[in-house]
Nanobody, 121 residues
């Protein structure tokens, strides 16, 4: 089995910063793309940022210039540095990863349980 565990969420004032982390563990053969999504109350889950194994990144327009995604392949970890946070960034943030388990030929997408980010004064 594979588990993704996020951490780093919390309450922050507008203009503040947070750094989210997500660690993948378990029977991991290799990890392909990793990413962050978010879901605000009453809204659909949306893409925030993704990163490939070679470091190619993609961002939602709403976070470009404020958020930075990175990863440490040796630690099976993906990060999301969030700066200049706005109230509209308030959501549950989920990480995901395309993982091939040991001894298996295919990649499957796994999700973390989510971490709450609240931006409010």
């Amino acid at each position: 089995q594979v588990q993704l565990v996020e951490s780093g969420g919390g309450l922050v004032q507008p203009g503040g910063s947070l750094r989210l982390s997500c660690v993948a563990s378990g029977s991991i053969g290799s990890i392909n793309a990793m990413g962050w999504y978010r879901q605000a109350p009453g809204k659909q889950r949306e893409l925030v940022a993704t990163i490939t194994t070679t470091g190619s990144k993609d961002y939602a327009d709403s976070v470009k210039g404020r958020f930075t995604i990175s990863r440490d392949n040796a630690k099976n970890t993906v990060y999301l540095q969030m700066n200049s946070l706005k109230p509209e960034d308030t959501a549950v943030y989920y990480c995901n990863a395309a993982v091939r388990q040991l001894g298996q030929p295919f990649y499957y997408t796994y999700w973390g349980q989510g971490t709450q980010v609240t931006v409010s004064s």
